[in-house]
């Protein structure tokens, strides 16, 4: 066996900060809305759509196959004419949303903050 061969066997992660790899994911622009929309149950795909407004079929899709890779979401797919399919949260999904409803919490309680201190470092930036 290689060196690069061991060292790949010795680190079974994609990427070596866990942090880093999974805020990346659920750290995008759609990934907390999506995960907040299946809060309430499962959804099909153009409910999804429905309930999030603003976003493209595309970048949906994109986003609910990476949510299903990292174990977040389930798709389910029912051999009907036309196809159907559902999309709700694993396990490890619904755990998460403990965490991500401490965050939406903590942005609704400082936006403001956050708006003003943006504001002042515009005005007396160089």
């Keep these: ?3 690069t061969s061991l060292l790949a066997a010795d680190r079974p992660f994609d ?3 866990p942090i880093r790899d999974v805020l990346d994911r659920i750290g995008d622009q759609w990934s907390l809305l999506v995960l907040d929309a299946l809060e309430g149950g499962t ?4 409910e999804l759509m429905r309930a ?6 595309q970048m949906l899709s994109q ?6 890779e990292d174990g977040f979401v389930r798709r389910t797919v029912y051999a009907e004419v036309p196809p159907k399919v559902e999309y709700d949260l694993t396990p490890l ?3 998460f949303l403990v965490p991500m409803r401490g965050l939406v919490a903590w ?9 003003e201190a943006r504001a ?3 005005t007396s930036a160089p």
């Design 107 to 115: 942005a609704d309680e400082h936006h403001r903050h956050v708006c």
């Design 52 to 57: 999030l407004g603003d976003i493209s079929k």
């Design 93 to 95: 999904g619904h755990s």
């Design 1 to 3: 066996m290689s060196k």
């Design 15 to 17: 990427q070596p900060c």
């Design 43 to 46: 959804k099909r795909f153009n």
């Design 63 to 68: 986003t609910l196959k990476r949510l299903e």
């Design 120 to 122: 002042l470092y515009r």
